[in-house]
C-alpha cells in the first residue's frame, strides 16, 4: 500500500505541475503516466504487467492519448519477437537439448575449476541466441548443472561454499550478463532498446548489426571472466577429474538424441541462419522467430498447451507493450527531443568534447543500476533520454544506441538482484552478499572498460565513429 501510494503522489505531482516552456500539455502528462509507470516497475506495488495495463488504460481514459495510440504497442513485432523467442526456449528446455550441450562442453574440457569455469561460460554461449529469458537460461538449464557439480564435489553452502560452488555460482552470473548483451534474443528486455532507439533518436538495429557490433567485446570478456574470478576469487579445488565423470553419466543417462532434441536442433540452426541472412533475404527477425515456434508445434516439440501456459511470454507482452505504446508517443509528442535539446545546451556549455560527455554519461547510466531491481525498470527509465543526451552532445546515433544497449546488460552484476538470473544464483546460498557485491563491482568495471576499450576500437573499424 505505502509504495503504491508512493507511485500516485510522484505521478500527481508532476501532473499538476507548471508544464515547461518549449512542450505542449499533452506532452507533459504523457511524461507523468510514464515516470509513474516506470516507478511502479521499481516499487512494484503490483505486478508490472498489471500497473502497465493501468497505465495505458490511464492514458486512454484521462484523455491524453487514442484508444489506438495506447494499445498500439501490443501488435508491435518487436513484441511479437520476445514471445516467439520465450516459445523457442521452452521447446530448447523442455526437449532437454540446453542440458545435453552443456554437459558434452564439460565433458570435454571440464578437467580443473578452471577450464569447467570456461565450459559453463561456452554452454551459456552456445544456448545464448535461443534464450531471451537470462532467469531461463542461468536457472532453467546451467543452474541445476553447477548445482549438482558442486554437490557432487561435496561444494556446499557454509563452510564448503569455496570449494567450488562460490565461484561457479559467480562465473555463471557474470558470464550470462555477457552473453546477454551479445545477442539481441539472448535478454528479454533488449528488443526494448531496439525499440526505443527507433523511437527516440531514428536508429534502426538489427539482430546481425548488434551481434557484430558487440562480438569481439563480449568474446574479450568472456575470456577474461572466468580466469580473473580464478584469481580474485580461487576455488580450493583445482584439478577436479570427477566434472567428466560426471558428465559423461548423465550423457549415458540421456541416451542418445531424441527425436525432439533433433527438430529443436535444427530449427535453432535454421533460426540463426536466417538471423545472421537478414539483411540479404529481407526477412524480418520477428517472422524467423514465429517461424520457428510455428514448426515446433507442427512437430510436436511444443504443444498448443505449452504456448498459452507460457506465463512469462504473455505477462511480458502486456508490460512492455504498454511501455513501448507509451514510449513512442512520448517521442512523438516532442518530449525526447526537448529535454535532449535542453541538455545538449548545458553540455555544450560545460566546454566538454561529446567523447567526455559520452563517457561521463556511460559511468552515470552503469552504476546508477544500483538503484533498479530490473534491467527493463533501467532501460524504460534511462535508455530513451541518456541516447538523445549523447546524440544531442555530437555523439554517432549508432554509437550511442549500441553502446548504451550493451552496457544495460553489462551492469547486471552490481548487485545480486539487479538481474532475474542473481535471485537464482545468490539465493543459491554460497557467496555472502558483502563478496557478491564486492566481485560485482570490480568485474562490472573491468567489463565496462573492454567494452568501451576494445570495443570502441573494434566499433571504430566497423565504422560506427
Known amino acids: 500500500m505505502r509504495n503504491g501510494l508512493i507511485v500516485l503522489a510522484v505521478g500527481a505531482v508532476i501532473w499538476f505541475m507548471p508544464v515547461p516552456a518549449g512542450l505542449k500539455v499533452q506532452a507533459w502528462h504523457l ?74 562442453i564439460i565433458k570435454f574440457i571440464g578437467r580443473s575449476s578452471l577450464t569447467l569455469g570456461y565450459a559453463i561460460t561456452l554452454s551459456d554461449f552456445v544456448i545464448s541466441p535461443a534464450t531471451p529469458s537470462s532467469a531461463a537460461r542461468a536457472g532453467g538449464i546451467i543452474f541445476p548443472i553447477i548445482k549438482g557439480l558442486s554437490s557432487a564435489l561435496d561444494s556446499e553452502p557454509g563452510p564448503t561454499a569455496r570449494k567450488f560452488g562460490a565461484y561457479i555460482m559467480l562465473v555463471e552470473y557474470h558470464a550470462n550478463a555477457i552473453t546477454c548483451a551479445m545477442f539481441m534474443t539472448a535478454m528479454a528486455a533488449n528488443p526494448l532498446s531496439v525499440e526505443i532507439a527507433s523511437k527516440a533518436i531514428g536508429v534502426q538495429l538489427t539482430w546481425t548489426s548488434w551481434a557484430v557490433a558487440a562480438f569481439v567485446p563480449g568474446a574479450v570478456s568472456l575470456l577474461l571472466i572466468p580466469y580473473i574470478l580464478y584469481k580474485l576469487y580461487p576455488p580450493e579445488i583445482k584439478m577436479m ?11 549415458e543417462a540421456m541416451g542418445s538424441m531424441t527425436k525432439m532434441e533433433k527438430i529443436v536442433s535444427m530449427v535453432f540452426i535454421g533460426a540463426m541462419i536466417m538471423w545472421a541472412t537478414s539483411e540479404i533475404t529481407h526477412i524480418e527477425a520477428t517472422v524467423v522467430a514465429m517461424s520457428a515456434v510455428c514448426v515446433m508445434v507442427i512437430c510436436k516439440v511444443l504443444t498448443w498447451q505449452d504456448v498459452i501456459g507460457e506465463k512469462g511470454a504473455w505477462d511480458t507482452l502486456f508490460w512492455m507493450g504498454s511501455l513501448v505504446a507509451l514510449a513512442t508517443e ?21 566546454g566538454l568534447s561529446w567523447v567526455m560527455a559520452f563517457g ?25 533520454a541518456f541516447i538523445a543526451i549523447s546524440v544531442g552532445a555530437g555523439a554517432p546515433p549508432l554509437l550511442a544506441a549500441l553502446a548504451f544497449a550493451f552496457l544495460s546488460n553489462v551492469m547486471i552484476p552490481l548487485t545480486h538482484y539487479s538481474g532475474s538470473a542473481g535471485p537464482i544464483l545468490f539465493g543459491a546460498g554460497y557467496v555472502t552478499q558483502g563478496e557478491w557485491w564486492r566481485m560485482g563491482f570490480i568485474l562490472t568495471t573491468i567489463n565496462v572498460i573492454i567494452w568501451l576499450g576494445i570495443g570502441g576500437a573494434w566499433w571504430k573499424v566497423l565504422g560506427l565513429w
Open 241 to 251: 577429474p570427477e566434472a567428466k565423470g560426471l558428465a559423461i553419466k548423465e550423457l
Open 360 to 384: 561521463l554519461l556511460i559511468i552515470i547510466y552503469v552504476y546508477s543500476h544500483y538503484g533498479f531491481a530490473s534491467v527493463t525498470a533501467h532501460i524504460s527509465a534511462m535508455y530513451a
Open 330 to 350: 512520448l517521442a512523438k509528442s516532442g518530449f525526447i527531443a526537448w529535454i535532449a535539446k535542453s541538455a545538449g545546451v548545458v553540455i555544450t556549455a560545460s
Open 31 to 104: 511524461f507523468a503516466i510514464f515516470v509513474t509507470t516506470i516507478l511502479g516497475y521499481i516499487l512494484q506495488p503490483l505486478p508490472i504487467g498489471a500497473i502497465a495495463f493501468i497505465a495505458v488504460t490511464f492514458s486512454a481514459l484521462s484523455g491524453t492519448l487514442k484508444v489506438a495510440e495506447a494499445l498500439m504497442g501490443y501488435g508491435n513485432g518487436t513484441m511479437w519477437l520476445i514471445v516467439s523467442a520465450f516459445l523457442f526456449a521452452r521447446g530448447f528446455i523442455k526437449s532437454g537439448l540446453g542440458r545435453r550441450i552443456a554437459f558434452v
